[in-house]
């Protein structure tokens, strides 16, 4: 933490915002339930045993549970093949109580994850990866079912904060595709003027240094410094990197892509990393779980 001498930036609390939005989602669910009396549903799969896998489909599902969502919970084994899968998937497209998929990744290394992905009806997209989804996000004029969660997150921070979009310079530090790309074309979409810099990208610094808005999401502990960063930028920081911490019972901690000590004292609002874009992400998948079952039931 900067000392509060230093400290310039006002920190964007993800988890509060995060927390409104569940309470907001919560009443709307409630709601439909009184109204319709249906409930919406979310599938989450997951294929293996992965530890980090497990415990974010647990987090995900204890999530649905505390708005109201129904979680359809569908555990497969390792060795599932690539078939099988995609029936169980052509199967839940075809429940009506499910109104979103959610597939966690990644998959193991015998199964196509763009197959799978591909075989989500884009009603029930609620992840936003389907290539429809992304396609009619790139194109003016064209709205998709749903936006990808962490980017439809980190719009959300900014436009909560209050922080202007329109005419201002971003800049995002990242283009794949479930972070950097998507981001970038929805802070187009809000009429930013967009620079995309990545891993073959010359001159980043003098990029970065020139936006009034930085996404990071390059997946670089701290490579983002205070000198950066234009003197009262919005630093929205997606990076999630563990570095040895021996203090730590686990051995490590958590950091952020942007060197977050130093950009306290820069910035005009930075996002902490845990405790900023991760909550959001949640909520974003709960919030586009009940936008699905808002369109089936006609609302
Ligand atoms: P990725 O590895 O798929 O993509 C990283 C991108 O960063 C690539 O486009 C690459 O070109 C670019 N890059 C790498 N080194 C760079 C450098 N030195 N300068 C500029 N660009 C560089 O990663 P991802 O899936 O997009 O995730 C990015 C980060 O965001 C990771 O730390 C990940 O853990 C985190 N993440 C967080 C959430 C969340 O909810 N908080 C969700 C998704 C990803």
């Known amino acids: 933490m900067a000392s509060s001498a230093d400290q310039k930036a006002k920190i964007i609390d993800g988890k509060a915002i995060a927390q409104t939005i569940r309470s907001e989602i919560a009443e709307e669910v409630r709601g439909l339930s009184e109204k319709y009396g249906k409930v919406p549903g979310l599938a989450v799969v997951i294929v293996g045993s992965r530890k980090d896998s497990q415990s974010y489909v647990r987090m995900k599902r204890k999530a649905c549970a505390e708005v109201g969502i129904k979680s359809i919970d569908v555990d497969l084994p390792e060795d599932v093949s690539e078939a099988d899968l995609i029936s169980k998937v052509y199967e839940l497209n075809s429940n009506p109580d499910v109104h979103g998929i959610l597939v966690q990744l990644p998959l193991p290394k015998h199964i196509n994850e763009e197959n799978v992905l591909g ?7 609620v992840d936003g990866f ?13 709205e998709p079912l749903f936006l990808p969660c962490t980017p439809k997150g980190c719009l959300e921070l900014l436009v909560r904060s209050g922080i ?4 201002q310079r971003a ?11 998507p981001v970038s074309l929805l802070l187009l979409k809000a009429d930013a003027t967009v620079s995309i810099v990545h891993s073959r990208s010359q001159d980043s610094e003098k990029i970065i240094r020139e936006a009034d808005i ?3 999401a390059a997946g670089q502990a701290a490579m983002i410094k205070g000198d950066w960063i234009k003197p009262g930028a919005a630093v929205i920081d997606v990076g999630t990197n563990a570095v040895d911490d021996p203090s730590k019972k686990s051995g490590y901690r958590l950091v952020g892509d942007v060197d ?9 609002y930075i996002t902490p990393v845990p405790g900023g874009v991760g909550p959001m992400t949640v909520a974003m998948l709960l919030k586009n779980t009940l936008d699905g079952a808002k369109r089936v039931i006609g609302q």
């Open 214 to 216: 930085i996404i990071a």
């Open 164 to 167: 202007k979009i329109k005419s």
């Open 260 to 268: 977050y000590k130093e950009a306290c004292k820069v910035a005009g």
């Open 130 to 142: 389907h290539p429809l989804n992304i396609g009619k996000l790139a194109m003016k004029g064209r």
């Open 171 to 181: 800049v995002v530090v990242g283009r794949s595709n479930i972070v950097g790309l």
């Open 119 to 125: 075989a989500i009806s884009i009603e029930k997209d």
